[in-house]
């Protein structure tokens, strides 16, 4: 490692240390204001500052136990919503879990779960309205990047990399791009440069350069990174023609997340009853308009495919005549975005998720997966009435596109989570991207 290396290195060190103090801070800060309002609602509503011991120890134990929960859910490649929903839920769950320990082993009395959840909420609060520019979540290294091996998926991260990539060795990239070889002038590219970081893009890399080589350079503080994952995390989507069968297979990064789609099961199938009963009173002016305008039942279903290719007939409004000719209730039924409605009945019936990979019609399914070897993977998983593809993505996608969507759907399948699918929520309520932080 370089004395620049070093000096950088420790400068980040002590950015980060000053991040951690804010955030107990903030904690504190939180804490010590969910602890005052509960005190003073049980008083009767007096707000007059009373501040006992017990209020204080409460206030010291619980914005300490949020703070180390909150450290512990750092992550430089997490979005910004999912990294602040496991935030909060870290923060509430580490806090009930350490105060009712306390309580069975010491027999002090815990924090009330109110005051925990109230007080992690603000915490979290003032944590995420604190800009964190000075510790960004990719770094440039001193020395810049080095490309071992240049195609489109490199091309893809390449703005996320920063201005220090210094060229490319291995394949020829573009004109604009600097070459600087093959990989045979690894070792003499590297004592003329000296890179902070490489990533290794070329899947021929070990037989022109020595895997201990690499070893040796992350050891000496250089970091080594390969391309599908870095695709990965920083565009949020995983490049189907870097799999094989072997990686869906046996790779437990790109197997199904059983736990979590059990839980997922019961949460969706609940609240997706519970909408249905709320919006039975839209859905029934809306059915008897459709069937007076187009003349015939209100609904229609189309046949696709769901969990592990099992056909079922997706269900939603109908927009035409028999004859194919469109109706003004169609019209305002595609403007206000209510024509999939009745997926909710699908979703009761256990045929699909409030959140997944978007149905498939059954004619498409055989086609694109021969098209696209990884595209049978996404019928592991229960389709959605909304996804992670649909959320990054407009909601019709030419065919050339369907690569694109199987990106985000393979990404949906590996990371799933009660926070991810709060994230694909809240992109599609509010229609805004949320950027990393």
């Known amino acids: 490692m370089t004395a620049r290396q070093e000096i950088i290195g420790a400068r980040r060190q002590g950015v980060r240390f000053w991040l951690a103090g804010f955030d107990l801070l903030a904690c504190l800060v939180g804490f010590s204001v969910a602890v005052w309002l509960y005190a003073a609602l049980a008083a009767g509503g007096g707000f007059a500052l009373n501040w006992p011991a017990e209020a204080t120890r409460q206030t010291l134990v619980s914005a300490f136990t949020a703070w180390v929960a909150i450290a512990f859910t750092w992550n430089p490649w997490s979005d910004g919503v999912r990294l602040w929903i496991d935030r909060l839920f870290s923060a509430i769950g580490f806090n009930l879990m350490v105060q009712y320990g306390l ?3 010491f027999h002090i009395s815990p924090t009330p779960w109110s005051v925990a959840v109230v007080g992690s909420i603000l915490a979290i609060a003032l944590i995420g309205a604190f800009p964190r520019r000075l510790d960004p979540a990719f770094p440039d290294p001193a020395g810049g990047t080095l490309l ?5 998926m490199a091309e893809a991260v390449l703005p996320a990399l920063g201005q220090s990539v210094i060229g490319a060795l291995g394949e020829v990239p ?3 791009f ?11 590219v590297l ?7 490489i990533v ?3 899947p021929s890399w070990p037989s022109l350069i020595s895997p ?4 040796a350079l992350r050891y000496a503080g250089v970091a080594i990174q390969g391309t599908p994952l870095l695709f990965e995390n920083l565009l949020k989507r995983v490049c189907w023609e870097r799999l094989d069968p072997v990686d869906l297979l046996l790779s437990p990064r790109l197997n199904v997340n059983r736990p979590a789609i059990a839980l997922q099961a019961i949460y969706t199938n609940v609240i997706g009853l519970a909408l249905l009963v709320l919006l039975v009173p839209l859905l029934i002016p809306v059915a008897v308009l459709t069937a007076i305008a187009t003349a015939a039942s209100p609904l229609e279903s189309v046949e696709c495919l769901g969990f592990q290719r099992i056909p079922f007939q997706l269900l939603r409004f109908r927009t035409r005549r028999s004859d194919g000719t469109p109706v003004w209730v169609g019209k305002l039924l595609r403007n206000l975005h209510l024509i999939n409605l009745p997926q909710l009945i699908n979703v009761v019936r256990g045929e699909m998720a409030l959140f997944g990979p978007p149905s498939v019609r059954k004619e498409f399914a055989g086609p694109l997966a021969e098209l696209i070897p990884a595209y049978a993977h996404r019928f592991s998983v229960k389709p959605g009435v909304v996804g992670w593809s649909q959320a990054n993505l407009s909601t019709v996608l030419p065919v050339p596109d369907e690569c694109l969507r199987l990106e985000y759907d393979l990404y949906y399948i590996t990371e799933e989570s009660p926070s991810l ?10 229609r805004i991207p949320f950027r990393p932080q």
């Not at 004592?191 to 970081?197: D, F, I």
């Open 103 to 105: 309580d069975y082993l």
């Open 148 to 152: 071992l091996g240049y195609d489109s």
């Open 174 to 176: 573009p004109p604009s």
């Open 178 to 188: 600097p070459y600087l070889g093959g990989l045979n002038r690894f070792e003499e």
């Open 191 to 197: 004592a003329s440069r000296k890179p902070g970081r």
């Open 200 to 202: 290794v893009n070329d």
């Open 212 to 215: 201990r080589r690499l070893l």
């Open 421 to 430: 699918d709060l994230d694909i929520l809240f992109r599609t309520l509010f």
